[in-house]
């Protein structure tokens, strides 16, 4: 040091402060999402184990990711005990055709992703506008375009959005009532259960009908119908009246 030159001091970085956002995308940290279910699956892992084995790094770079991992629902616990969240396994185990859902619920997680979200749902938006509304909700204005791509790019790997040059769009949640391929959800196809047993039930009755008359008409029997009739006779009665009721009886075969 020269003389008359004074010493340099460390000044450690001072973080900006403003609303929090993940400084890791969802498409990055998947991968130790999964390495992460993998590692807890018999238990909870302390966090030198979390750092090493599943971040594969160390002090504050590991810090921030780990940090990432919990605002999208994806890591629980303390320096401790670590494990996996429940849509962590979700999303670790479903089948691709499943699995949009939870990665739009894991990209919706952080509240000033989900804020901008509801703002702009189903609009192609500037990303310049994305940015002011950010930064009306309290992300700092020298962070708000990193948010803003972490956000993009998370929404992007959910499916919930599409880069386009200088503008972004937003697309509408997937349904978790309706499957991908357009099909009734069980629980309606189940209220339609008793349907198929009544139809069911009557088609057995109208068959057996049939073979019974197809049976009689082999042995040269044809099936007429049986039924009772009364008459009532009293000395008021018109007898001509009388005489056609008799003729209609008889050539239905009742008498």
């Known amino acids: 040091m020269a003389d008359g030159e004074a010493p340099k001091r460390n000044v450690p970085l001072r973080r900006k402060g403003g609303t929090r956002y993940p400084k890791h995308s ?3 940290v998947l991968g130790s999402s999964s390495k992460l279910v993998s590692k807890t699956h018999l238990g909870a892992i302390t966090k030198d184990i979390l750092f090493a084995g599943v971040l594969g790094t160390t002090g504050s770079t590991a810090e921030i990711k780990a940090s990432s991992l919990k605002q999208f629902g994806l890591l629980e616990g303390q320096s401790d005990a670590y494990t996996a969240t429940s849509l962590a396994k979700s999303i670790n185990s479903s089948p691709p055709e499943e699995i949009n859902p939870l990665l739009q619920e894991a990209a919706l997680t952080p509240v000033v992703f989900q804020q901008l979200y509801e703002t702009f749902h189903g609009d192609h938006v500037a990303i310049s506008k994305i940015r002011q509304r950010a930064i009306e909700l309290k992300v700092h204005p020298d962070l708000a375009a990193e948010c ?3 956000y993009m790019a ?4 959910a499916k919930l959005g599409t880069a386009d040059g200088s503008s972004f769009a937003h697309k509408e949640r997937s349904a978790s009532t309706t499957s991908d391929n357009g099909e009734a959800p069980v629980e309606a196809q189940d209220n339609n259960a008793d349907d198929l047993y009544d139809g069911h039930s009557k088609n057995a009755a109208d068959d057996k009908s049939q ?3 197809e049976r009689l008409q082999e042995n040269g029997s044809t099936p007429r ?3 009772h009739v009364n008459v009532n006779l009293d000395a008021s ?5 009388l005489e056609r009721h ?8 009742a008498i």
């Open 154 to 157: 998370s929404l992007s790997e």
């Open 246 to 253: 008799l003729k209609l009886l008889k050539q239905y075969g």
């Open 211 to 213: 073979d019974t008359s």
């Open 26 to 28: 969802l498409d990055q």
């Open 225 to 227: 119908a049986i039924f």
């Open 237 to 241: 009665l018109d007898t001509d009246k």
């Open 148 to 150: 803003v791509a972490k």
